[in-house]
């Protein structure tokens, strides 16, 4: 699994205020913890608004580039200030993200058609100018559209990261259905590509969110997910992943399960 930690984000309070005081040190720690915690990316999301976005994305890259050599997940609404953000990133990283909507997709598509941006990938939602279709039939079309551009620019299916976007259980009729059908559709039209997803989302304004978030996750990697967006500290949820990958026979003899706990990336606290 493609862990891409979502801990540096300044929608988190807690983040947000780190950013405002410029507090070097809390954004270092928390992407020393989340390398340590067994991330593939490290996400990076201002929040703040778009005329300091730029500047503000230069100082997070920096810190988090100054403690570790994971690759950065670039993350902002904005295509254009992601255009000028990812050329702080000492290597190719992901961008996160592009949909069908306006021109998102034509501004980083041919920037990551340049040679010397090969290494980079990008998240690419199923969503368009109407916003968030209400069906998997409608989400799919959308992805049809996303990889006729990407052969386009030749941007080959195992750089994106398709995202068939998770929303909230209790207010949605049908919504793991629709995720489950999008997932397992995208997998096996593309069996090269990357599916990822925001799991959280699926349990906002549920009790006990982590029982919820754990079942989805399982439901999913067994449609196809392979990449989440996710707090790689969490413990639980690692465990459940390793777990998962061993059970669907991605782990031969489980050797990454057992590393993973003598690891201590998951299962009892160590002293």
Known sequence: MIIIGEKINGSIPSVAEAIAKRDAEFIKNRAIAQEKAGATFIDCCASVPEAEEVETLKW??????????????????????????????????LFN???????KIDTLFPIM??????????????????????????????????MAKAKEYGIAPSRIHIDPLV???CTSDNGIETNIEVISSVRKQYPDI??????????????????????????AMNAGLDSAILDPTNRDM??????????????????????????????????
């Open 60 to 93: 997070m890259i920096d810190c988090i580039q100054e403690v570790t050599d994971l690759p950065i997940s670039v993350d902002s609404p904005s295509a254009h200030v992601l255009a000028q953000a990812y050329k702080f990133c000492k290597r190719p990283g």
């Open 167 to 169: 929303e909230m259980l």
């Open 238 to 271: 690692m465990g459940i992943i390793y777990a998962t990958e061993a059970l669907l026979g991605q782990d031969d003899y489980c050797m990454e399960y057992i590393s993973a706990y003598r690891d201590g990336l998951f299962g009892p606290v160590k002293n």
């Open 113 to 146: 058609a340049q040679p010397e941006n090969k290494g980079w990938q990008v998240i690419a939602l199923c969503s368009d100018d109407t916003g968030i279709p209400k069906s998997a039939a409608d989400r799919l079309r959308v992805f049809d559209k996303i």
């Open 194 to 219: 990357h599916i990822t997803a925001a799991v959280s989302n699926i349990s906002f304004n549920l009790p006990v969110r982590k029982m919820i978030n754990l079942g989805f996750t399982v439901l």
């Open 97 to 103: 993200s592009v949909s069908g909507e306006g021109d």
